[in-house]
């Protein structure tokens, strides 16, 4: 498995986003408000996968007071990582679109509410994508570096 690539999750972001403001400009006035339980969910998926990789990364390093971890089980949450990082991009590119179809309506409250929950969600989902990357670099193997045999 090859890490992921940013290119790949920033791609991901623009195109759901002008998916999303493209959808948003025919039905936008028929959807409920959106829900802002989005921002903290998010958010604790983050702080769990940031958790879990610097317990991962002190277990493979055998740093003192650390039980060695399974191959299997670094493999499995390298391959979460990567599935977060891409729906992380995703979700953040459809509460791109949310932001970019509400920004010339803030004089209006429905709307206003729409851009601060979609604009925290998005950051939220940045958050996501970042310690999904973190967690997938601390599932690398040490090794020597590249350059010396």
Excluded at 21 to 27: A, R, S
Excluded at 50 to 60: F, M, P, V
Aim: with cysteine; net charge positive.
């Amino acid at each position: 498995m090859k890490p992921s690539n940013p290119g790949v999750l920033v791609g991901l972001v623009v195109v759901f986003a002008l998916i999303t403001w493209g959808v948003l400009q025919k039905t936008y006035s028929t959807l409920p408000a959106l829900p802002w339980t989005a921002i903290p969910t998010t958010l604790l998926l983050a702080l769990g996968e940031g958790y879990s990789g610097w317990l991962t990364r002190a277990r493979i390093l055998r740093r003192p007071d650390t039980k060695p971890v399974e191959p299997l089980a670094v493999a499995r949450l390298a391959a979460l990582a990567k599935a977060t990082a891409h729906a992380g991009a995703v979700f953040a590119g459809v509460f791109a679109g949310f932001v970019l179809h509400v920004i010339n309506m803030l004089g209006l409250p429905n709307p206003r509410h729409d851009a601060l929950v979609a604009g925290g969600s998005f950051v939220s989902c940045v958050a996501l994508i970042c310690a999904a990357l973190f967690l997938e670099y601390c599932c690398r193997v040490p090794g020597e570096p590249d350059g010396e045999d």
